[in-house]
């Protein structure tokens, strides 16, 4: 007969004791970051050719996502007496600009203390055309790509200190933020698409007719 252990027999206090940190502290002093899971041992253009295509993918999905609308939507917003709040072209304009700003700002030795969007990119800001925000923002992710490319060996490089991003932010994090960016606007103007009774395409490329009744 096998011996079971009483209730009485525990211990009615339990200590969870933390395990120590496997790894020390991101670094502030030094220049170079390191993925610890990688040993160092990265290699920067295949990194960067991962980087572009997530980015080229997110560029279909914005494309896809914004298509519902035509020229005469680019003035249209959910409520026209609330300042500050974009019309259509002017939210897709703020996605464009701030794919320029976060890598100018990376690149800059001031990081972004000197951005001024009218500054920077003037022929795109502020204008009133969905047309003319999609072409900038091609532009713009043009450009993002191309820098990627070119100074793939500084991706794990930590960014000068500024007043935006913590001292562990690198320029693969500045990347990824893009596309956290972008998706999260893509959802915005889905929503400013229904509010319009529109029905927002699905963004990730060509859907089997029958995919909701499989």
Known sequence: MSEHVQPSDLSVTTVCTPSPPTQSPIPTSTKTYTIPSWNGKIDTKLMADYLTSKLENSRLFFHNEVKMFVEED??????????????????????????????????????????????????????????KAMQCYDENMDYAIEMLQKHHNKLFELLPKNWL??????????????????????????????????????????????????
């Open 74 to 131: 680019s003035t249209w917003k959910p409520k026209t007496e609330k300042v500050g709040m974009y019309n259509v072209a002017e939210h897709i304009q703020h996605v464009a600009d701030t794919i320029r700003y976060m890598v100018e700002g990376a690149f800059s030795p001031n990081g972004w203390e000197d951005m001024n969007f009218d500054v920077t990119n003037p022929e795109c800001h502020h204008n009133q055309s969905v047309t």
């Open 165 to 214: 991003f913590k001292p562990h932010h690198t320029l693969e994090k500045i990347y990824e933020i893009i596309l956290d960016h972008n998706a999260h606007h893509r959802g915005a103007l889905a929503q400013y698409g229904r509010m319009m009774e529109k029905e927002p395409p699905f963004p990730y490329g060509p859907r089997h007719d029958n995919a909701y009744n499989m």
